[in-house]
């Protein structure tokens, strides 16, 4: 997959490069992560290091179950970020009272429904400018 890299579309994982690296390094091993505020234990989606609720910049790591439902889709089959080929279905898919806006692979788009049962599949894209694998959370049907 090539691109013009001054339109980056991914993030940089690495813990120089974010707090948040553990995220990315779950999703590597093919889990779902997001964080809990370790005072007030609300669960985030996206992961934070902060508290959106009471402010703390405490949290801990929470595995999520990786398997959800769709709530939502939609199917764009032009204007598609950089490396991306079209037509790609995005959904919001409910998992462990969280929505998660993300990409589903593998999936026919006059097939998905919502209600669908979703799992965990993360997508590899472009490696960073050092060489390392990056990933995004993607979803295929169940």
């Known amino acids: 997959m090539s691109y013009f890299r001054a339109t980056d579309p991914f993030p940089l994982e690495s813990a120089e490069h974010t707090k948040l690296h553990e995220f990315y390094a779950r999703l590597a091993a093919g889990r779902l992560a997001t964080t809990r505020c370790a005072s007030c234990k609300r669960l985030a989606w996206p992961p934070r290091a902060f508290c959106g609720e009471c402010g703390s910049d405490l949290y801990d790591w929470v595995d999520l179950s990786g ?20 037509p790609r279905v995005f959904a919001i898919v409910k998992l462990d009272g969280l929505r998660v806006f993300s990409i589903l692979v593998d999936a026919e ?32 049907p169940a």
């Open 67 to 86: 398997e959800g439902t769709i709530h939502a889709f939609t199917i764009q089959e032009v204007g598609l970020p950089a490396g991306f080929t079209g």
């Open 109 to 140: 788009p006059s097939k998905v429904a919502i209600g669908q049962t979703v799992r965990l599949s993360p997508l590899r894209v472009a490696d960073d400018p050092g060489g390392n694998p990056r990933w995004l959370p993607a979803f295929r």
